[in-house]
């Protein structure tokens, strides 16, 4: 008896050693599914992190850059009085409405400081005008209007300005400084100085103006 149960139990030994085998290669499989998931995981996160940071870079240079707003006398300009001594005897009371041009490029308003507008000839002041203090919108352009009242009684020597009025013209410089913020996001502020100086030739004859240049 004890060798027919012996013979009976030989047989059960290569199901065990089958069974061993197939849990050895379920578990390299699922250790393998694992591990290529560990590694997609991997690509996706280095993606993310590469795109998170191609966004904040581009963020960055175009959004949160801060640019120098821009100002310009403007063209438009409407002569309210004129009036012009000769090449003998020089002189010129103007007064004249325009407008100033505050450009902004950000992406944020531009909260700008009241300031003074200087009017010269050669150099020499003759006439002032104040720019009040406003906002230019984001990527827009604040138009302030003012009246200008420049006259030649500040110059010392009107031998240029003869000159000048003998050939039909009068060339005037203006001058200004703006002092202001640029707000970003409604939680950054940067300061920035905006600076204007334009050249404008008035051709004396059609009292208009002939050309205008700012830097």
Avoid: H, W
């Avoid at 849990?23 to 997609?40: A, H, P, Q, V, Y």
């Avoid at 505050?102 to 009241?114: E, L, Q, R």
């Amino acid at each position: 008896m004890a060798e027919k149960m012996n013979q009976q139990e030989y047989p059960l030994a290569p199901a065990t050693r089958q069974s061993r085998s197939d849990e050895e290669s379920g578990t390299l499989r699922s250790e393998e599914l694992k591990r290529k998931k560990r590694i997609k995981l991997a690509i996706y996160i280095a993606a993310f992190a590469v795109f998170q940071t191609i966004v904040i870079l581009v963020f960055a240079l175009t959004v949160m850059r801060v640019k120098t707003p821009k100002v310009r006398l403007g063209t438009d300009v409407t002569f309210r009085n004129f009036i012009t001594g000769t090449q003998a005897s020089p002189s010129f009371d103007l007064s004249f409405t325009t407008q100033v041009g505050v450009k902004n490029t950000n992406f944020g308003p531009y909260k700008f400081d009241s300031t003074i507008a200087t009017f010269m000839y050669q150099g020499v002041t003759v006439g002032q005008v104040t720019i009040p203090k406003g906002k230019a919108g984001l990527r827009s352009t604040k138009k302030v209007s003012v009246i200008v009242n420049v006259n030649s009684n500040a110059l010392s020597s009107t031998a240029t300005l003869g000159s000048e009025l003998g050939a039909d013209v009068l060339t005037l410089n203006s001058q200004a400084k703006l002092s202001g913020k640029v707000e970003l996001m409604f939680v950054m502020k940067k300061k920035k100085s905006a600076e204007m100086n334009c050249t404008m030739t008035i051709e004396v004859s059609t009292k208009a103006i002939q050309s205008m240049s700012c830097e």
